[in-house]
């Protein structure tokens, strides 16, 4: 007895099939009791004796018949139609707590940190040639300004002072000299930090160029840097070598250590010397070749912070010379 369950076990199952044949048993059952209840009243007053009665007869039953179908058909057809998927609603962006993004700035220091004690394959390639630039005297006998070129070793202060002169180089004759001082870096001794301190406490301005987030020496001479009352300035070099996540964590997290009342637009990120990278060049038969090519600096954050610290005069560029 229980194999004739098995079918409905199976519609079980399968709920849309179910449904499906429900309303097609319930489509049949309306026709059929239509048409009997329609053929009864018309045998019971005896009318389809007269030919337009029983012409008006068949077309009821047909528009009957055409309305019920109809019905059926448009809800089975609807039973097979997909679901309309309803788009789903972009959540809104909430900003990180302070301490998450500071420990993802610590993180990635620590991994940058280890990354830069091994050997890069690209050590070996020279360094992009600077074009000399001769030393161009003031029209006044008002000295140029000075700015002080200081922070940890190896963080890229020579390339940037580099990068500076060369970009200086290409600006109009009419141009306001600005003097870099490479102060040295600040990884010495107590003597050594305080030659730095003193050579930049001669300067207009100072920039403190570092590669990562700021450290616990770092911190203690950026104290020292500013206790001489001469503004200062934070520059990220190597901001190529991070992704936009990891560069907006890291810039974060300097300003959230930097003195009370820090302005924030005192921290910018340039790319002095990008490392190469792979590119796909495709000649013109069509064939592909990969080709280490080193990008363009980018270092026009520095530039308009500079404009802003030695504003030139109306129409003139700033030259940017290496001084004592």
Do not use: H
């Not at 179908?69 to 609603?89: D, E, M, V, Y």
């Not at 202060?157 to 102060?183: C, F, M, N, P």
């Amino acid at each position: 007895m229980f194999r004739w369950f098995a079918p409905l076990l199976l519609l079980a199952g399968r709920p849309d099939v179910l449904l499906r044949v429900i309303i097609a048993a319930v489509a049949a059952a309306v026709l059929v009791l239509g048409v009997w209840l329609a053929s009864n009243i018309a045998l019971t007053f005896d009318t389809l004796k007269s030919p337009t009665i029983a012409l008006i007869y068949g077309a009821v039953l047909v528009c009957f018949f055409i309305g019920v179908g109809a019905a059926a058909w448009l809800r089975l057809r609807r039973l097979a139609a997909p679901p309309a998927l309803i788009p789903a609603k972009p959540l809104p962006e909430l900003p990180l707590p302070d301490p998450v993004v500071l420990k993802r700035a610590a993180q990635i220091s620590r991994q940058w940190e280890r990354r830069s004690r091994l050997p890069s394959k690209f050590e070996a390639e020279p360094p992009p040639s600077v074009a000399p630039v001769m030393p161009v005297e003031p029209e006044s006998d008002v000295p140029p300004p000075r700015g002080a070129i200081t922070g940890p070793g190896f963080s890229g202060k020579s390339a940037l002072i580099a990068g500076l002169v060369q970009t200086g180089s290409r600006a109009a004759d009419q141009a306001e000299i600005v003097r870099l001082i490479d102060a040295g870096p600040i990884d010495g001794d107590n003597g050594d930090l305080a030659a730095v301190v003193a050579s930049a406490a001669k300067s207009d301005g100072i920039l403190f160029v570092v590669d990562q987030d700021l450290r616990a020496p770092e911190a203690a001479a950026v104290a020292r840097l500013m206790a001489t009352g001469k503004p200062l300035y934070v520059v990220l070099n190597k901001a190529d070598q991070f992704n936009a996540a990891d560069r907006d964590a890291i810039l974060v997290s300097i300003r959230a250590k930097m003195p009370k009342g820090f302005a924030a637009g005192n921290v910018v990120s340039v790319a002095v010397e990008p490392s190469p990278v792979e590119r796909e060049i495709e000649d013109a038969r069509g064939a592909v070749r990969v080709e280490l090519r080193r990008p363009s600096a980018d270092i026009r954050a520095l530039s308009a912070l500079l404009e802003r610290i030695f504003p030139p005069a109306a129409g003139r560029a700033l030259r940017f010379q290496l001084g004592a």
